[in-house]
């Protein structure tokens, strides 16, 4: 039984680290911070959690407590794990971070897309990208992880089969990315408001997303050369869920790709290459930690068609960083995480 | 570990036992019938399920098959379970009804409400009502139990404790229910569409719902003489939930009304008594078997009025009858049934 | 041709202001005015206007450019009519308050659930209540209106049969009703968020909510004497409509309800009385202004069930603001109102 | 005043003609049939068009009745208006086909994507294809217009300009869809229901769609020459709208693509190009005839994003119709189609 701390804890992220370690075997609770909601009870906030974490109340951020804690959790707007992480990770706690402050390796790109200066260059070197299906042995080292983001997971997962196979053309990508709206987070903001963000669909930030530099890096390290990426995010009238539409333009004949996905993933425990023909539901995923990808070539012309669905808050979040936890302590990889997705 | 089959395992209620029975620790699906879709893989048609029940595929119903298992659900249209309960229980197979063949003690009443004929009087005598709240010890030994409806259910735990205390005029009870959509089953019906349910509300069945006899016995029971209600049903543009708003009004000074309902609740593990003055919301139970409850007097009025949430599917139907195999079975009775409802 | 005005333009009752005058053929629309986003184009910030207001931006109010507008709406939060009323009446210019601050005819008794003095009283006895299936004479000759709020014109006009002709109980009414998000207006809140709002259905305000004073001095007209109401509004993952679900005791033999009905709506304009057995959904009049009702009686008993729906932005504000403002200026009542309800 | 008649009246697209035209000052219903409701008021099954329409009811088809009408629209499966259209036309009705019955014009190619073989090929020659856009004097002569498809019409529309300018590679279009249910229609299908289709998204045919055909027929008429296209829908938990979001390889420096734009659609009354930076959302056209452009250039490279919104029963279906019937008659090619879009 491990202890750990969440940081940030009232936001989305925060509440399914709880909803989800409630299951987890192995792990404790021990301690859960917000600035603006000390000393309420978890669940007050989440009446969800009820009876799942008697007496645990949100405190403010303590340095101290949480470097009692094995392993931290940042649940957290950006700049946030910057301030906090070093002194935890000298204390010997290790450190999960969900926000973006190290997925990005370079931290000048970093300060240009978040509009101020890195806040700990200095560990950006140790930061581990925490994509398991491609970093699983460095995560099982780590001391501090960067969790990927959400349409960057969905993204990475769906192409790495044809780009580290250099089966396209790798300077014409495509991802047209749907999703829900906790994806846009709890804050209270006019846009997702249900009489605004319902019955509605749109794209948003078609000129340039936060998460296109985090995409575009992961794309390029699974091609070992830069990327040419359009990336086209749009807002969908549900609660949770990722669905990403991939397209890629085939530079020769590709033999079987639904073979090349299968071989890609078969030891992957959170990845789900679906039969041929299929056409996964973002529903098939909420609440799970899967990712569920098939592979079209219509027509059999020379354009390939991803399609990858997570749930945001799972394994485009807090079900990815407790698989990284569940790595870096030589726990089951899934463990916590086996519950099927809520369908219908 | 035990062995279990379902009957008609197609339709809603039948995925959600195998969703919950995916994490029960002791019990194994050993089989599951649909006439129309046997020879299909069960994540074929639910590919929430993919990886969960490997080989598991729908068969034509087979007694023999059945009675080799220690218990059958049966999620099934009225009338089914009429035909084939008898079989089991001489086979040595324990029977969970979750259909209303065996709700309704009154043969003749069944009748005149589902215009066909009981087809299976002698074995109403031995039949349980499956709520664990009220009939837990008889649940225990019970061989053949019907589970209880998902209105009922609400409607039933939101009235006890007024029922039970002789506080309210048992003459005018009015239940004002609204429902999400998979209480009207996976038929393919054109009311049931998202571009028909969608974006509205309505009210159905004003003047006469089948639930409501069961209910009237089930409130009758609790007040020990005929209770006088008025239900109405109302559809609701959501997936999953039963709010019932119930409305009673006070014979006497009532005294401390959330002690009441503390009290009578305290040791039920699936009844969760909200603080004083809160207004539970159905996602706080989705996908799980609890039922929240809180009790208002508005302007300290003669009208008391209970809100009773819960997950149609779960304590309203499938988690309820998995609560009632655990009871059977001497397991935990929530074994299975602890994860925190899915929220946001 | 008039010239209107609309005071507090950016909230959804003041767009719906906008999307129903483009419609009118005697209405031109001179000045809308919003502290917040003076300089803004209406159509920047409401795109499904664009081509219908060349040229209309909102300004910094204006007692001066209001004054010069035959009427002025205002579309505001409470205590901005109280301020400016007086002012623009004392111009010429007649004023549609879609506010609570002239609905109750009792100063003490808003101050009580305003939690602040009322800012007009002087102006109170010449305020007409705008529901013109109670007051349309009244209304004709009105200089100053308040317009019913969203729940009590659902409530009121599906008792006022009731009410008026002495049939049930009046101590012991009861009004469960249901809303969209709308209700709650255009302010970012947390609890109105897609991800908080959907898929979830809840009660507010069981223990009091502001339009109950309202509804019961509806009521009490109506009845001719104080009316006891239990009143739970409940909020509902739809964008638009109102469901109200009313309970009444008969107390005498009511004759043919659904004649009684259909006789006191006979000649309105604005009110559908549906054929016996109905059960109207609030889709049927999204977007318009009609009301339509049902009345039930269970199992021919003791009880009436009411069912009434209505847009709560049209028929529950704007546009019953403006078959008021229609019946001021001698129009047709309905004029810019005869577009169909948008269904699907 | 002409007449104009229904054939098919019971669908989606049969009830938005009839909600449009209620508003349409030159136009009267003279007939609406439906097999399979004959003798139902219209309003008995859309109880929106209460107090519009009295008197109007379903007929079975009748060719005299229909023949008496100046103009018929077919609101029917593929099919129907082969079999009916040509003897409309001798007795000198015009036809207005929503189905896809006359939309390529090949008669080979339509029977091997409808899998039966075409019925009325001798009057392909004379069918206009009835995007006002790019046919409108040849619309304005015709007897028989094919009204293009709700996925066409979209992606046309935002493809037009690039494709007649010769700026992109014709050889890899892509147009990535999203739609609201009310795309699938009205009848009774499982995976439309709210309970399998709310809370998710999923693309669907993505290796083949009918729509497929028709949108490569008309990119290639603005091209003239033939396009590559790769067409992927999805279906998006809405009730209406479509979403386009359109990808283009630039083969030369494009110069000023807003101004492109704005200057192909200056004098359209039915396409808005909206302000450089915007992101159309669907609601800004729900339930209104235009189609919202917005035209983007990420990071200034060589892929250019078109984003088009249209609400699928309107300009992608009944709305068009209408216009289609202005031109052909001379009306005001709005006319009955004025009213703004419903937000929120």
């Given amino acids: 039984m491990i202890k750990v701390g969440i940081v940030g804890g009232t936001g989305y992220t925060g509440v ?15 301690a859960i911070t917000s600035r603006s909601e ?77 509009g101020q200066p890195h806040g700990a260059p200095a560990l950006l070197e140790e930061a581990v990208y925490g994509l398991p299906e491609v970093n699983r042995e460095a995560i099982r080292k780590a001391r501090l992880i960067a ?13 790495l089969p044809l780009l580290e196979s250099g089966l396209i053309d790798i300077e014409h990508v495509i991802a047209d990315c749907k999703s829900g709206v906790t994806g846009a987070g709890r804050g209270a903001k006019v846009g997702s408001l249900l009489a605004e963000a319902s019955e509605s669909m749109k794209a948003y ?48 004949e590709p033999g079987d790709l639904q073979a090349l996905f299968e071989d890609r993933f078969k030891d992957e425990p959170a990845v789900d290459v679906m039969p041929a023909g299929s056409h996964p539901e973002t529903r098939s995923v909420k609440g799970s930690d899967i990712c569920r990808l098939a592979v079209h070539r219509p027509g059999g012309g020379d354009t390939v068609v991803v399609l990858s669905v997570i749930d945001n808050l799972v394994k485009g979040a807090s079900g990815q960083a407790i698989q990284n936890l569940n790595l870096m302590f030589g726990f089951d990889e899934m463990a916590g995480l086996n519950a099927p997705a809520l369908m219908p």
């Fill in 147 to 159: 969790v990927p983001g959400c349409y960057p997971t969905a993204v990475q997962l769906g192409l």
């Fill in 205 to 252: 930030g078609a000129s340039g997303h936060r998460h296109l530099p985090e995409i575009r890096q992961g794309l390029g390290r699974a091609a070992k050369k830069p990327v040419g990426l359009t990336f086209v995010p749009h807002l969908t009238p549900m609660i949770r869920g990722i669905h990403a539409t991939l397209f890629g333009r085939l530079t020769q």
């Fill in 16 to 30: 399914e680290l709880l909803r989800l370690l409630a299951q987890h075997p192995q792990v404790e609770v021990a």
């Fill in 38 to 114: 000390a000393g309420l009870a978890v669940d007050e906030l989440y009446p969800n959690l009820r009876g799942h974490y008697p007496g645990l109340a949100f405190t403010a951020p303590d340095a101290e407590l949480l470097g009692r804690c094995d392993a931290v959790f940042f649940a957290t707007p950006h700049g946030v794990a910057h301030a906090l992480a070093g002194d935890l990770l000298e204390r010997g706690t290790r450190v999960i971070d969900l926000s973006a402050d190290f997925r990005l390796e370079d931290a000048e790109e970093w300060a240009q897309w978040y």
